[in-house]
């Protein structure tokens, strides 16, 4: 089935330290979703994009939709310790009804 | 506003037993979809949804129906458990514009289901 690499798979950074994580893959996307996971809970949506080239900022998280529709970036700014969690993009595949998730990237923060 | 509700939180069932796990939006969301969460391997899509009486496979079905007689109500049944289907289960749901070019699709998820199968 289709695939999102998702990187890093894990992070350990000191608070303050600014973070990046990407997804990528060999398929085009219409839509790119960042979501935010906590344990025992459901994602919660924290940027959606929806245009190539789209820069998309919520507080300190700032999101941008690949030129070639591949692939998008999430950026952290001067982490805090409530960001540790599990961070996932979720891309909808062009041309269908299906958003396909990349693997996650565990993030911890030392404080 | 309720968002996406699941019920139950947590189930466990014997190897061939039967269940149903219920999900219910109230945000009249055309679109609705059923995900499994296994260490590592992110979210899988199970089978979807753009509205009442229709119904699609995703990425992993096996083992799992569905069926969308309304708009606030998307069920998935396990038929027959088996150990493989262990896991924890989303179900989500999104507003569709314009078909399928995006506008404001935002995919929204429930608090999950937590399935073991002994």
Same mark, same amino acid.
Request: with cysteine.
């Given at each position: ?111 | 506003? *309720? +968002?996406? #509700? ?13 269940? =149903? ?30 509205? *009442? +009486?229709? #119904? ?13 007689? =309304? ?30 070019? *995006? ?16």
């Amino acid at each position: 089935g289709q695939q999102l690499n998702q990187s890093p798979q894990s992070m350990f950074i000191q608070e303050g330290e600014d973070v990046s994580m990407n997804c990528t893959s060999s398929s085009i996307f219409n839509t790119w979703l960042w979501y935010k996971q906590e344990p025992g809970e459901g994602p919660v949506l924290l940027i959606a994009l929806y245009k190539a080239g789209e820069l998309t900022s919520n507080g300190r998280l700032t999101a941008q939709f690949g030129i070639t529709r591949k692939d998008s970036f999430l950026n952290i700014s001067a982490s805090i310790p409530s960001d540790v969690g599990i961070y996932f993009c979720a891309g909808l595949l062009s041309g269908t009804y299906k958003y396909i998730f990349g693997t996650g990237t565990r993030l911890k923060v030392l404080a | 506003n *309720a +968002g996406v #509700t699941q019920t139950p939180k947590f189930q466990v069932l014997k190897t061939g037993q039967s269940m =149903t796990l219920q999900c219910a939006q109230d945000m009249n969301h055309e679109y609705m979809s059923w995900y499994r969460q296994d260490p590592g391997m992110g979210l899988r899509l199970i089978h979807y949804s753009v509205g *009442a +009486g229709i #119904t699609d496979q995703g990425e992993v079905p096996n083992g799992y129906n569905v069926s969308r007689s =309304t708009t606030e109500d998307f069920p998935l049944r396990l038929l027959s458990a088996a150990p493989s289907q262990t896991s924890v289960y989303f179900c989500a749901s999104s507003y569709f514009g314009q078909g399928l070019r *995006a506008t404001n699709e935002k995919l929204f998820f429930g608090s999950g289901t937590q399935l073991s199968v002994l």
